[in-house]
């Protein structure tokens, strides 16, 4: 009897693997250095500029500016709360990855937690942009849901272990959500940021937002979650350096540019009009 019961225990364990535990996940992290410095490098970063846009936005008054420096400032915060979840283990699993994937069978590192706290830092960063170009509220709604939508189906393309057919349907959904972003950033808003008199800065984010953002995808179809021609460490780093440069060196950009022309920002339209673009208001003060 005791021996039935051991033999369909381990008949049951070779079925199941066992989950690693938190403190074994924490201790791969940290015998991969070149994985775990990707993580600390944003953390020590991630604390300075939220230090600096402190300090850059000390003097900003009008409601509209402040908000936009408030949308910025979140996206360090969210920033030190994503790096710290990977850095300790919270946020990482080693998934098996199903027939048809180049590491079929094996355990792979997955970093689901990116994808968890993009959902909540680049709607921010498009928050800010969007209130920068004078944008109006359905347009704001649309880029953000998309968006939402991109991150979220971006984790189940990495969470699915089922079939490595669906987590490329989920990576193509994804790329849909992704190219509506892409459409208003590159077609809508500067349209209306041309009205609201911020084009200049507003053209030169939008280059930096779309070429370091493609990066992503990129990296998650060279990975380890991808076609696996990168492994989990450069991937890793792959994603933190473009998070430098689209989150840190992106908000130091826009938070100058906020602090040195406010009155710019002050006369913007409302963005709280839903349909009428910008255009049927440019230059009227802003009533928020
Ligand atoms: C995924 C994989 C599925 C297809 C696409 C992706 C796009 C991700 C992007 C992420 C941007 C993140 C930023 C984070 C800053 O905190 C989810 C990788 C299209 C564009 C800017």
Known sequence: MVETIAAEMTAFAQLVPLEMTQTEIYQAVQEDTLLNASFWANIALAG?????????????EDPRAKLIWVA????PLVSIASYTGLASG??????????????AGEEVLTMW?????????????????GLLAGTNLTKLFTIITADIAMCVTGLAAAMTTSSYAIRWFWY????????????ILLVEWPKDAEAANTAEIFNLLKILTVVLWFGYPIFWALGAEGLAILDVA?????????DIGAKYVFAFLLLRWVAANEAVIANQPSTFSIGAGPESGAGTPADD
């Open 48 to 60: 300075v500029a939220i230090l600096l846009f402190v300090y850059m936005g000390r003097n900003v």
């Open 72 to 75: 910025t400032l979140m996206v």
């Open 90 to 103: 919270l946020t990482i699993s080693f998934l098996e990855m199903p027939s048809g994937h180049a590491l």
């Open 113 to 129: 937690g990116r994808y968890l706290t993009w959902t909540l830092s680049t709607p921010m960063i498009l928050l800010a942009l």
């Open 172 to 183: 193509f959904i994804s790329c849909t959500f992704f190219l509506v972003v892409l459409y």
């Open 234 to 242: 450069i991937t890793s780093w792959g994603y933190s350096v473009l």
